[in-house]
């Protein structure tokens, strides 16, 4: 389900949450790190996993949306985002192979995840949280200057 700003007391609720989002997006994707160099390859897929769906989580607050489930987040950022090319679309796929690793790690009877493949998405969660973090800072700051003109 989608929750839009309805009024301007929700705009700074919704600018909030997107700032909170993405600094545990990357607090998250430092817990990632932390279990790979440790050799915790199913902690490391979670938490790649989250670590993205807390940056999309980011990005959709900064446009006055949130979803209850993560299915919706995921594909309503393919529809807003990546279809639309504001995110390249290579991310869309690789977002969707670490979710299933993700939900291999959790749920699968003694799953095995490669070092390897975990590496490269590691590589990739730092690139697409990143991406998103610039677009978070980007679109924050004019929105700033907007809203305190209104004081």
């Known amino acids: 389900m989608v929750l839009l700003i309805m009024n301007e007391n929700d705009i700074g609720n919704f600018l909030d949450m997107a700032k909170a989002k993405i600094t545990e997006a990357i607090e998250v994707l430092e817990e990632a790190k932390l279990l790979f160099n440790n050799q ?66 959790d749920y699968g009877a003694r799953p095995k995840l490669k070092k390897e493949i975990l590496e490269e998405y590691l590589a990739f969660t730092t690139k697409f949280v990143h991406t998103l973090k610039e677009y978070c800072n980007n679109k924050l700051q004019p929105s700033f200057e907007q809203f305190q003109n209104l004081y």
């Not at 807390?54 to 995921?74: C, E, P, T």
């Open 40 to 105: 915790r390859y199913l902690g490391t897929a979670n938490r790649l996993y989250y670590s993205i769906f807390k940056a999309i989580s980011a990005v959709h607050n900064l446009d006055g949306n949130k979803f209850k489930s993560h299915k919706d987040a995921l594909g309503q950022f393919n529809k807003l985002y990546i279809h639309t090319d504001i995110f390249p679309k290579e991310f869309a796929d690789k977002m969707y192979k670490i979710q299933e690793a993700r939900h291999k790690a």
